[in-house]
């Protein structure tokens, strides 16, 4: 198939990317490119690319005549955590929500038939310490999961016989990236171990949450994208495994157990999140056997901690905006490349 992923180099479309082609997939991408630079591996796949910030995309002209004859699309672009989220949450809203219908729209008008949207298990919130399935109720606490709700809501109303979205609620994402990301809460723990000594936690540790590793969740892209039409026609699907949610001190635990002389500790704040959730993934398993999920929390505290220690990761590197989503895109405010909507300052003046 032709794919175009957005995202493409961003945390997870950099693994995935690689994935689809060495499938034999032709894969073009759109990115904003936010977090140039922030390389932690050998870079992203060098794919054709369609364009920059999908705000800017779905107001062009031509934008349908560029999407034409491509078979699917894998949407991840977005502000992709609450912090960010909540840095401006009209913006979390016009670039998650609206976005994302808008390309959606295009989509369909130019005959793409799948459409697979990056949606969140933080659509379901504060939903307690009981399992929740797909079906249950969604309970967002936060701009980005209330944007991953409204976008939902909106590609779906567009599915019909010739169009078929397919929404991915993923688990809390963790493990090795060439985009690496440290404000990921298995990969941030293993780097306070690995930096410092100290498994530092923000909270008290007693919330739930499902996690995922990345290469995970690209086979999950890739075995929707694959799947007959009908078994993901406007289906949603939590991605992971059910016996992959655990209490944050749960993961704690681990990261204390894999890095050696590591101990816990808690911030002087330390204090219970509101977001908590446990979420069933057998759906997923059951509808998709194509999909088969290879990691564990513990393996991929191992990879992260190998990954660190052979490169000489310090708490400088890892404390910095480089691998800190919301923190990096602060410092590009600051000197000037982004205005504050996002927007590369280099575009706006027309260079």
Request: include cysteine.
């Given at each position: 198939?032709?794919?175009?992923?957005?995202?493409?180099?961003?945390?997870?479309?950099?693994?995935?990317?690689?994935?689809?082609?060495?499938?034999?997939?032709?894969?073009?991408?759109?990115?904003?490119?936010?977090?140039?630079?922030?390389?932690?591996?050998?870079?992203?796949?060098?794919?054709?690319?369609?364009?920059?910030?999908v705000r800017e995309f779905v107001k062009d002209?031509?934008?349908?005549?560029?999407?034409?004859?491509?078979?699917?699309v894998i949407h991840l672009a977005a502000l992709?955590?609450?912090?960010?989220?909540?840095?401006?949450?009209?913006?979390?809203?016009?670039?998650?929500?609206?976005?994302?219908?808008?390309?959606?729209?295009?989509?369909?008008?130019?005959?793409?038939?799948?459409?697979?949207?990056?949606?969140?298990?933080?659509?379901?919130?504060?939903?307690?310490?009981?399992?929740?399935?797909?079906?249950?109720?969604?309970?967002?606490?936060?701009?980005?999961?209330?944007?991953?709700?409204?976008?939902?809501?909106?590609?779906?109303?567009?599915?019909?016989?010739?169009?078929?979205?397919?929404?991915?609620?993923?688990?809390?994402?963790?493990?090795?990236?060439?985009?690496?990301?440290?404000?990921?809460?298995?990969?941030?723990?293993?780097?306070?171990?690995?930096?410092?000594?100290?498994?530092?936690?923000?909270?008290?540790?007693?919330?739930?949450?499902?996690?995922?590793?990345?290469?995970?969740?690209?086979?999950?892209?890739?075995?929707?994208?694959?799947?007959?039409?009908?078994?993901?026609?406007?289906?949603?699907?939590?991605?992971?495994?059910?016996?992959?949610?655990?209490?944050?001190?749960?993961?704690?635990?681990?990261?204390?157990?894999?890095?050696?002389?590591?101990?816990?500790?808690?911030?002087?704040?330390?204090?219970?999140?509101?977001?908590?959730?446990?979420?069933?993934?057998?759906?997923?398993?059951?509808?998709?056997?194509?999909?088969?999920?290879?990691?564990?929390?513990?393996?991929?505290?191992?990879?992260?901690?190998?990954?660190?220690?052979?490169?000489?990761?310090?708490?400088?590197?890892?404390?910095?905006?480089?691998?800190?989503?919301?923190?990096?895109?602060?410092?590009?405010?600051?000197?000037?490349?982004?205005?504050?909507?996002?927007?590369?300052?280099?575009?706006?003046?027309?260079?």
């Open positions: 198939m032709k794919v175009l992923v957005t995202g493409h180099l961003g945390y997870i479309g950099s693994v995935l990317t690689p994935k689809l082609l060495s499938r034999g997939h032709e894969v073009v991408g759109l990115d904003s490119a936010l977090f140039e630079g922030c390389y932690f591996l050998p870079g992203a796949a060098d794919i054709t690319s369609l364009g920059g910030d002209p031509e934008a349908a005549d560029k999407l034409r004859g491509i078979d699917a992709s955590n609450d912090p960010l989220g909540d840095y401006r949450p009209g913006l979390t809203q016009e670039i998650n929500a609206q976005g994302s219908i808008d390309l959606a729209r295009l989509a369909k008008e130019a005959g793409i038939t799948r459409f697979a949207f990056a949606s969140s298990c933080s659509n379901y919130g504060a939903s307690g310490d009981d399992f929740i399935n797909e079906t249950g109720d969604l309970n967002p606490v936060t701009a980005y999961g209330v944007s991953k709700v409204e976008a939902e809501v909106g590609i779906g109303a567009l599915a019909d016989e010739t169009f078929s979205p397919t929404f991915l609620r993923a688990s809390t994402a963790y493990g090795l990236s060439p985009l690496l990301r440290t404000d990921l809460v298995v990969n941030n723990l293993t780097a306070w171990a690995c930096t410092t000594g100290e498994v530092h936690l923000m909270s008290d540790g007693s919330p739930w949450r499902p996690i995922v590793h990345v290469e995970d969740i690209a086979a999950a892209y890739i075995a929707i994208i694959e799947a007959d039409r009908q078994d993901v026609h406007k289906e949603v699907f939590n991605i992971g495994t059910t016996n992959e949610n655990y209490q944050i001190r749960e993961i704690a635990e681990l990261v204390r157990d894999v890095v050696p002389g590591s101990k816990i500790g808690f911030s002087e704040n330390a204090s219970p999140d509101v977001r908590n959730y446990r979420v069933d993934c057998n759906y997923l398993a059951r509808k998709l056997h194509g999909f088969k999920p290879q990691w564990t929390c513990r393996r991929g505290i191992e990879q992260l901690y190998d990954a660190y220690r052979s490169v000489g990761f310090t708490f400088e590197q890892f404390d910095g905006p480089r691998f800190k989503r919301i923190a990096h895109m602060k410092q590009r405010i600051e000197q000037g490349s982004l205005n504050e909507d996002l927007f590369p300052m280099r575009q706006l003046e027309g260079v």
